[in-house]
């Protein structure tokens, strides 16, 4: 096909977001569907982190309507507009929140995925009762033990995810991880899944760009897709 043929939705970099969301789509499916499970269970977050806003234009004209941000400022410059264009649209938040931007985060955000400690679960609560927005909050899991990255200690989690949905009251409806980059990341989907099987948990948010096939097969219900639908990011 000649490179001056382009679709409706790629724009001037020349990245097809509707070509690649079905591309990865089509992948999930085929997963999905060899490991017999249906290819509806597992939700698609557009990761659109550092994207210029015409991407993200492309990808809701295009159809989608799950995103997801990692910083709190940066979704606050673009998310407010676009999300009253597309009332629909469900925002996730997947990058580390200090609690003092606890208000922010529950007015913007629909689901908090990066609940890792007490005085966090707290402040949410407090913003969700003041606001009246009671948004699903998934514990984030440092499954690789890592000291840098956020998440909650493996031997904490049961304890914490207790704290969290009966202390505290927050709805939490499941576990979300970031595998070490130098590990097999498969091995880390399966623990998640086993923490959240334990706990009673139904969602399982894991698997990025390079492996979120592999997620899907341990059981993921939200795959969180930035690169592969929107290309390379310019930084960040
Ligand atoms: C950036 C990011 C992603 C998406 O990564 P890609 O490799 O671009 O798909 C997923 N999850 C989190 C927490 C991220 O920060």
Not at 36 to 44: I, K, P
Not at 222 to 231: C, D, N, P, S, W
Request: with cysteine.
């Amino acid at each position: 096909m000649s490179e001056l043929l382009m679709t409706d939705s790629q724009i001037n970099d020349g990245t097809d977001i509707a070509g690649n969301f079905r591309e990865v789509h089509n992948k999930i499916i085929t997963i999905s569907k060899r490991t017999d499970r249906e290819g509806g269970e597992v939700t698609l977050v557009a990761v659109s982190k550092v994207q210029p806003v015409a991407k993200i234009e492309a990808a809701l004209t295009a159809g989608h309507r799950v995103f997801g941000e990692n910083r709190i400022q940066e979704a606050q410059s673009k998310w407010p507009a676009l999300k009253a264009l597309y009332p629909d649209v469900t925002l996730h938040l997947i990058g580390p929140l200090q609690t003092n931007k606890a208000k922010d985060a529950v007015a913007l955000f629909d689901v908090i995925e990066t609940l890792d400690r007490p005085k966090l679960a707290e402040a949410l609560k407090q913003e969700m009762d003041r606001q009246d927005l009671h948004r699903p909050c998934y514990i984030q899991v440092n499954t690789g033990e890592e000291s840098q990255k956020a998440g909650v200690a493996l031997a904490d989690v049961d304890f914490f995810v207790a704290k969290c949905r009966d202390d505290i009251g927050l709805n939490i409806v499941g576990l979300m991880c970031i595998p070490p980059a130098d590990e097999e990341a498969a091995l880390h989907f399966a623990l998640l899944r086993d923490i959240a099987r334990r706990n009673g948990l139904e969602f399982l948010s894991m698997g990025m760009s390079g492996d979120f096939e592999a997620a899907v097969e341990l059981g993921a219900t939200h795959v969180r897709v930035g690169t592969a639908i929107f290309g390379a990011r310019e930084h960040g």
